[in-house]
């Protein structure tokens, strides 16, 4: 799909708008079924993502955990026989439901493992990986344009990911080996790909647009549409 065929798609899209929390909340739902919901900070209309916790408990005693995401981007999708599936998180922190173990040492284990998300900025596509307790110098962060992804790997074999970067892929844009770069700092790996200039117009373009629909203010009931 070229730049100009997903611009397309966006602006014949019905959009519902809806201001809350410093946040404009845009639903989207394609002629083809599928929904995009995305969430931009008011005051840097940039994409969010942010992770809170919730603790469920009675007489004081600790029921659930619940890790709760307020993602930038997600979709969902319908399935073969008309179900609509859960959110999938493109932009922001995975999702995960409510843990059903209680003990800490489990809790403390899991938040050890390595955690991917993705957090981007005006000028970059960005990905974060956190727990990861190695020098800059064990890493090596490389284009792979015949695949069109990026790959991360370690000389010490700890750590391995291959992903690709799907706003390129949409638009149909090459991946360039110059836009890539990335630190290390306080155990997280931060990975950061430079967006083309097809990207900035195009995202540049969909925000002016998205400013136009008028979405109630919190405490209001009725959403906007588009």
């Not at 959009?15 to 739902?29: F, P, Q, S, V």
């Not at 399935?79 to 489990?106: C, R």
Request: hydrophobic share 35%; proline share 4%; charged share 30%.
């Amino acid at each position: 799909m070229a730049v100009q065929s997903w611009s397309d798609v966006l602006k014949s899209s019905k959009k519902t708008a809806l201001l809350n929390d410093g946040k404009r909340k845009i639903h989207y739902l394609f002629t083809d079924g599928k929904e995009m919901a995305e969430e931009y900070d008011l005051e840097t209309d940039e994409l969010v993502g942010k992770l809170q916790m919730f603790w469920s408990g009675h007489d004081g005693f600790l029921v659930e955990l619940y890790l709760i995401c307020f993602s930038g981007r997600r979709w969902r999708h319908k399935n073969a026989l008309g179900a609509v599936g859960p959110w999938q998180v493109e932009v922001g922190e995975p999702i995960a439901g409510p843990d059903a173990s209680t003990s800490s040492e489990v809790i403390k284990e899991n938040c050890s493992n390595p955690i991917f998300m993705r957090k981007d900025t005006k000028a970059s596509f960005q990905w974060r990986i956190r727990n990861l307790p190695f020098s800059k110098d064990v890493f090596n962060v490389s284009v792979e344009p015949s695949e069109r992804c990026i790959v991360i790997k370690t000389t010490n074999k700890k750590y391995y990911k291959k992903f690709s970067i799907v706003d390129l892929d949409r638009c149909q844009l090459p991946l360039d080996c110059s836009a890539l770069s990335f630190t290390h700092a306080n155990n997280t790996l931060i990975v950061s790909y430079k967006k083309p200039k097809e990207i900035l117009i195009l995202e540049q373009e969909l925000l002016k647009e998205l400013k136009k629909i008028k979405g109630p203010c919190e405490g209001d009931v009725d959403c906007k549409t588009q």
